[in-house]
């Protein structure tokens, strides 16, 4: 049984990677999903965002991310406060879910999870494979590929530990910044190594 983190920077294309080891067939579990999941209306998440924020931060009875985003990333004060509140209803329903996966069998369990080395979680995995491209390119897509202002990018980019960080503590590593083909080569082959086949 082994559990692989999956982790990169904003602007990496980890979800492209994320979406290549689901078509090679891996068990992905997903950090994002999970935060939609806890802080989704009527769950405790979303009443303890709200008392912590405010209602300003929530539009249409859900809480609206990209108008939190904007504060947190600017705001390092914020972050920690978000962070207390929804980092541990994460790792619960993350922990919960790979705990069902394990139970039906499965051998191979990779957790997305974005933050993986800010948040201290190293430990808890056989290996980890991170995603990485140059912090030029990270901006870059995150500008015209997402459409962020130039400011907010790099704000974002600079409240993660720096990418070449994360690649030394890495125990594999797809780097993200050539080709489609290029990139789904190197995660065929790191998949192979992992799962033993």
């Known amino acids: 049984m082994k559990l692989i983190g999956l ?3 904003v602007g990496s294309g980890k979800s492209t990677v994320a979406g290549m080891l689901l078509e090679l067939g891996a068990l992905l579990i997903d950090a994002d999903q999970a935060t939609h999941e806890v802080y989704a ?3 405790p998440g979303f009443d303890a965002v709200v ?3 405010g209602p300003e931060f929530v539009r249409d009875g859900a809480i609206d991310r990209r108008l939190l985003g904007g504060l947190i990333f600017a705001d390092e004060e914020a972050r920690q ?3 207390a509140i929804v980092h541990p209803l994460v790792r619960d329903w993350m922990a919960e879910r790979t705990r069902e996966a394990f139970e039906r069998g499965a051998e191979i369990v990779v957790q997305d999870v974005p933050l993986l080395y800010e948040s201290g979680l190293e430990g808890l995995f056989s290996s980890v494979l ?3 491209a140059p912090p030029e390119t990270q901006l ?3 500008v015209r590929g997402r459409g962020l202002p130039a400011g907010r990018a790099q704000a974002m980019i600079a409240a993660q530990m720096p990418i070449d960080e994360k690649r030394r503590r ?3 590593v797809i780097d993200n910044s050539g080709s489609v083909e290029e990139t ?3 995660v065929e082959e790191v998949w192979a190594q992992m799962s033993g086949r």
């Open 130 to 132: 991170l995603v990485w």
């Open 140 to 142: 870059e897509r995150l």
């Open 170 to 172: 890495s125990h594999h």
């Open 7 to 9: 982790t990169g920077g």
């Open 51 to 53: 008392r912590e924020f």
């Open 184 to 186: 789904r080569k190197q």
């Open 41 to 43: 209306p009527g769950t």
């Open 81 to 83: 406060r978000l962070n």
